[in-house]
């Protein structure tokens, strides 16, 4: 099982790679604990745009999936810049 690899920022300020994982690719293990499984639900879609907005800027997008998109590019783009 291959795990996701996301880039964080350590308690520093340096990258550093952190791995998550799929649900779907665990399986339950006898004794372990069940993950928490959380989702983004229609009810949350303007909290969740208001904080976008307010750390990167208002979005042209109407669709909530490509306002994602679009704040996830700017937000790498913030800190990874073609200098």
Same mark, same amino acid.
């Given at each position: 099982?291959?795990?996701?690899?996301?880039?964080?920022?350590? *308690?520093?300020?340096? =990258?550093? $790679?952190?791995? #998550?994982?799929?649900?779907?690719?665990?399986?339950?293990?006898? *004794?372990?604990?069940? =993950?928490? $499984?959380?989702? #983004?639900?229609?009810?949350?879609?303007?909290?969740?745009?208001?904080?976008?907005?307010?750390?990167?800027?208002?979005?042209?997008?109407?669709?909530?999936?490509?306002?994602?998109?679009?704040q996830?590019?700017?937000?790498?783009?913030?800190?990874?810049?073609?200098?």
């Open positions: 099982m291959a795990g996701i690899a996301l880039i964080s920022r350590d *308690g520093r300020g340096k =990258p550093k $790679l952190r791995y #998550v994982y799929d649900i779907a690719d665990t399986r339950p293990v006898r *004794g372990a604990k069940m =993950p928490y $499984l959380w989702e #983004v639900t229609q009810a949350k879609h303007d909290a969740i745009r208001e904080a976008l907005e307010r750390q990167y800027g208002p979005s042209g997008e109407m669709d909530f999936g490509n306002q994602l998109m679009e996830a590019s700017r937000a790498v783009n913030a800190v990874y810049r073609d200098d």
